[in-house]
């Protein structure tokens, strides 16, 4: 892990080094965390692009998973991607590491003193058909869990994520999502056996057609 002075907490589509690396310049090592106090909601809305992405707003007694992501700052284009939040401070209090033991105190002190942000929506808006929820870039959010803790820290982005009941279609053949993960087949069908599992695919709807 690199020495830096700033992480982002990414919990959505930065969760994914294909998607961070391409849009954002951001290739780097990352930490698998959870953090206590905030909750993950499809509650942001991207006006141009029509479509809701997960937001966080604080709240007590709830938690979301996500990946440290090291930056030297908040770049241009950074702040750009993340135009619907505002950059919130986290404590290292906050966090627990999802690390090996052996990992454990040196990122720790690492990290203290350090500056940890999360992106924290503006507006809390839910999903609906106007400004859906795409399958790509839920998507983009799953293979990057996959990459940093498999299909259980997949899973918990899902249990600890709200707002699946409206507004959410399959834009896969006709991708709408303009910073998406290159996902393959297989990992899409991985992907729909857990939300299938966790009694999620039912709400998927159909993209309408133009």
């Known amino acids: 892990m690199q020495e830096t002075d700033e992480f982002i907490l ?19 090592e990352v930490i698998p965390v959870s953090v206590q106090g905030w909750q993950r909601s499809w509650i942001t809305r991207n006006i141009e692009e029509q479509q809701s992405h ?29 135009k619907d939040y505002r950059f919130a401070p986290v404590s290292l209090a906050q966090l627990t590491l999802q690390v090996q033991p052996a990992q454990l105190t040196p990122l720790v002190e690492q990290l ?24 790509t870039y839920l998507d983009t959010c799953l293979v990057g869990c996959f990459e940093n803790g498999g299909d259980d820290f997949a899973r918990a982005f899902i249990q600890t994520t709200q707002g699946w009941n409206s507004g959410w279609v399959d834009d896969r053949g006709e991708p709408r999502y303009p910073r998406a993960a290159k996902v393959t087949p297989a ?8 939300l299938e599992d966790l009694n999620l695919l039912r709400l998927r709807q159909t993209l309408p057609t133009c």
């Open 54 to 82: 997960v937001g966080a707003v604080a709240q007590p007694g709830a938690s979301l998973n996500g990946v440290l992501v090291p930056t030297a700052t908040i770049s241009d284009s950074l702040r750009q991607r993340e």
């Open 112 to 135: 203290h003193n350090r500056k940890i942000w999360l992106c924290q929506s503006l507006d809390s808006h839910p999903a609906n058909s106007d400004f859906p929820i795409m399958q």
């Open 187 to 194: 990992q899409q069908e991985r992907i729909d056996l857990l």
């Open 10 to 28: 990414g919990y959505g589509s930065l969760l994914s080094h294909d998607s961070r690396w391409r849009y954002s310049a951001l290739n780097t």
